[in-house]
């Protein structure tokens, strides 16, 4: 088990910078895959970026280029730095975990707000 708590989401203007932050309860060595998911209003999920254990990276066409996914072993947490942002990346924006394929684990969800 778990836990995933996301913070750093807000209000920011178009062209600004936001980073997230997601904390696991525990350590995150062993976990597989973590990553970052967005649901508009209106709109399914979908995948932002994931980030494995051995440090693959992909990413969604929409943000290449502008968003960086980061893991900390040490300190338990995921980042996502969004820069360039645009009013379409408004979403709540989810942590999520994979101890082996599937995301097992999901946190709360952190609304980001971009204003054009």
């Known amino acids: 088990q778990v836990q995933l708590v996301e913070s750093g989401g807000g209000l920011v203007q178009a062209g600004g910078s936001l980073r997230l932050s997601c904390a696991a309860s525990?350590?995150?060595?062993?976990?597989?895959?973590m990553g970052w998911y967005r649901q508009a209003p209106g709109k399914q999920r979908e995948l932002v970026a994931v980030i494995s254990r051995g440090g693959s990276i992909n990413y969604a066409d929409s943000v290449k280029g502008r968003f960086t996914i980061s893991r900390d072993n040490a300190k338990n947490t995921v980042y996502l730095q969004m820069n360039s942002l645009k009013s379409e990346d408004t979403a709540v924006y989810y942590c999520?975990?994979?101890?082996?394929?599937?995301?097992?684990?999901w946190g709360q969800g952190t609304q980001v707000t971009v204003s054009s």
């Open positions: 525990r350590s995150i060595f062993s976990i597989n895959v």
């Open positions: 999520a975990a994979a101890t082996i394929i599937k995301m097992d684990y």
